[in-house]
Every structure is written in C-alpha cells, then in structure tokens.
C-alpha cells in the first residue's frame, strides 16, 4: 500500500495500479499527532533553551518545563484517543501558553524591562 500517488509509478500505470494506494484514518490520525507534536516541541526546545540561559530560578524553570511536559503528554493521549474537544484545545494552550510566557521572561531579561 501506497500513500503517495507518485510511488506508484514502480508499478506501472493504468486503474490496477490505483488498488496500492490507500489511506487509513487511525494512521492519518498517529501522523497529525506527530506532526503536531513537531511543531510545538521544537519551538519549546529553542525558547527553552534560551531560558535556561537566562538565569531563572531553578525551581521555576523546572515547573516550566514540567507543565509543558505533562500538558503535551495529555495532549498526545487526548488526540489518539481522540476525547472530544475541548480537551485537546485545553492541552494545547497550556503547553503554548508556557512557551510563550518563557519567551516573554527571555525577552524581558534580554532587553531589561
């Protein structure tokens, strides 16, 4: 089975190639949680880092870095299981919310405000 139309061409052209390819809604579902998760650890990793190299204090930075942990573990779980909204929404903006108050705290000491 194919997912891509273009990896079909291996096989030949015509209607009895098109039986290869297919889509399923459990695997669809896995890859947008994973590409979920891509586009909000990586940015946390950067703004994380940043963090941590600004000084704060360590008990802080560590409740930072656990809630956005847990909030993207409830979020990973809630969207496989696939539990009604707002769940998932919840979950999001906890660990984005996060994100974005280090970010700030990076700002503020960065430009001394």
Known sequence: AF???EDLSTFGKGEGVKK???TDADV???????LNDLENIVP????????ALSGPELSTALLHFRIFAAARICH???YLIAL???SRGLSWAVGYG???LMA???LKTVLYL
């Not at 669809?28 to 994973?34: L, S």
């Not at 946390?44 to 963090?51: D, S």
Request: glycine share 10%; hydrophobic share 40%; aromatic share 16%.
């Open 84 to 86: 009604p909204q707002p």
């Open 98 to 100: 996060v994100t974005i």
């Open 3 to 5: 997912v891509n139309p």
């Open 76 to 78: 990973t779980f809630v």
């Open 104 to 106: 700030y705290r990076v």
């Open 44 to 51: 946390f990793l950067g703004v994380g880092l940043l963090y």
């Open 28 to 34: 669809e579902r896995v890859r947008r949680g994973h």
């Open 20 to 22: 290869y390819l297919r």
